[in-house]
C-alpha cells in the first residue's frame, strides 16, 4: 500500500473513531483498556481473513501480520481461551420475540393483531409466550427476556398472568447493556458493507448502500418536521421488509441450505459541530498552543 493511500486510510480511521472515543471517555474507559480491545481485535481478523492457504499460522507469523510481539500475541491467545472479550449479546433475540409476536400467525389474531398471552399455561391449547420465546428466541430464559420488555415499555401486563405487547421493535435503554451491545453490531455491520464496496469485483456487484442528505442543510425549525416525516416513512418502509423477510421460508441447515444472515439499517444523523473543527483550531481555542490556525 502506498503512502498517500494509507495516509488517506489513516486519516478516514480518525474520523470514524472520534464518535468511538466520545462513547468510551463518556463511560470511564481508557486508553489503555480499549488498546487491549484492540489487539485482540487485530489477532482475530489476522487469524479469520490472512490466512495462507494450506499453512498454520504460527504466533510469529501472526505478530508479523499485526505488528504486535510476540509476547502480545500470546497475552490475546490467553485471554480468547478465558473468553475475556467474547461478545455475549442478546438484544437481537429480544428483537426477534417481538417479531414473532406480530408476524407469527400461532401468536395473533384477525385483521394480524398480536394476541395478549399468558405467560406459560394455556387455556385449551391457546399459545402462550414461553412457547413464543422458545419458537423464536431458542434456549433463552422466557422470564428473563419478559422481565426486559417489560422493563423498557415493550410489554406490559393487563391482568394477573396475561401480557400485551406494546410495541414491535426492541429499544434497549440509553445506557444499558443492551444497547451498547447493539452499537457494536450496527456499526460492524455498516462498516463490513462499506468494506465490501471498497473491493467489490465489479459495477453492479456490491450491497446497496445510499444516503441522502440536504445539500445546504435544512433550518433548525425543521428539523422536528424532518424527524416527524423520517419516522414515518422508514417505519413503515422497515415494517414492509420485515414482513417480506417473515414470510420467506426458514432456511434448514440440517437440510443443506446455506444460511445468509442479512438484513438492512436505517439511521438518522447530523454532523456533530464538534467533529468540523480540526484538531489544530481546538488546541488554539483551549490555550493549548498559540497563534491563529485555519480550518483545513
Known amino acids: 500500500m502506498g503512502d498517500s493511500i494509507k495516509q488517506t486510510l489513516l486519516r478516514a480511521f480518525h474520523v470514524l473513531m472520534g464518535p468511538l472515543v466520545r462513547i468510551l471517555l463518556r463511560q470511564g474507559i481508557s486508553y489503555a483498556e480499549f488498546s487491549e480491545v484492540v489487539k485482540a481485535v487485530y489477532v482475530e481478523t489476522a487469524l479469520k481473513d490472512f490466512k495462507v492457504p494450506g499453512r498454520r499460522t504460527t504466533r510469529t507469523r501472526l505478530a508479523v501480520i499485526t505488528g504486535l510481539t510476540r509476547k502480545e500475541v500470546k497475552r490475546v491467545i490467553d485471554d480468547a481461551i478465558r473468553e475475556r472479550y467474547e461478545p455475549r449479546t442478546g438484544f437481537n433475540r429480544l428483537g426477534r420475540v417481538l417479531v414473532g409476536w406480530h ?11 398480536p394476541l395478549e398471552l399468558q405467560y406459560e399455561t394455556g387455556n385449551d391449547g391457546e399459545p402462550t409466550f414461553a412457547e413464543l ?12 427476556i419478559l422481565d426486559e420488555l417489560i422493563r423498557v415499555g415493550a410489554v406490559r401486563e393487563t391482568d394477573a398472568g396475561w401480557f400485551r405487547v406494546l410495541r414491535r421493535e426492541y429499544i434497549p435503554e440509553a445506557l444499558g447493556q443492551h444497547n451498547f451491545e447493539r452499537t457494536g453490531v450496527v456499526i460492524r455491520n455498516f462498516v463490513n458493507t462499506v468494506d465490501f464496496n471498497m473491493t467489490k469485483p465489479g459495477p453492479g456487484k456490491g450491497r446497496f448502500e445510499r444516503n441522502v442528505m440536504a445539500d445546504d442543510g435544512i433550518r433548525a425549525v425543521d428539523l422536528p418536521k424532518f424527524d416527524s416525516y423520517l419516522r414515518e416513512r422508514c417505519q413503515a418502509l422497515l415494517e414492509e421488509i420485515d414482513n417480506w423477510l417473515t414470510g420467506l421460508p ?3 441447515p440440517d437440510a443443506g441450505d446455506e444460511v445468509v444472515h442479512t438484513g438492512i439499517g436505517v439511521y438518522h444523523y447530523m454532523s456533530d459541530q464538534a467533529d468540523n473543527r480540526s484538531f489544530k483550531r481546538v ?14
Open 103 to 113: 408476524t407469527d400467525t400461532d401468536f395473533t389474531g384477525p385483521y394480524g393483531m
Open 283 to 296: 488546541l488554539v481555542d483551549e490555550g493549548l498552543i498559540r497563534g491563529p490556525a485555519k480550518e483545513e
Open 133 to 144: 420465546v422458545k419458537r423464536h428466541s431458542g434456549d433463552m430464559s422466557p422470564r428473563s
Open 250 to 252: 426458514k432456511p434448514d
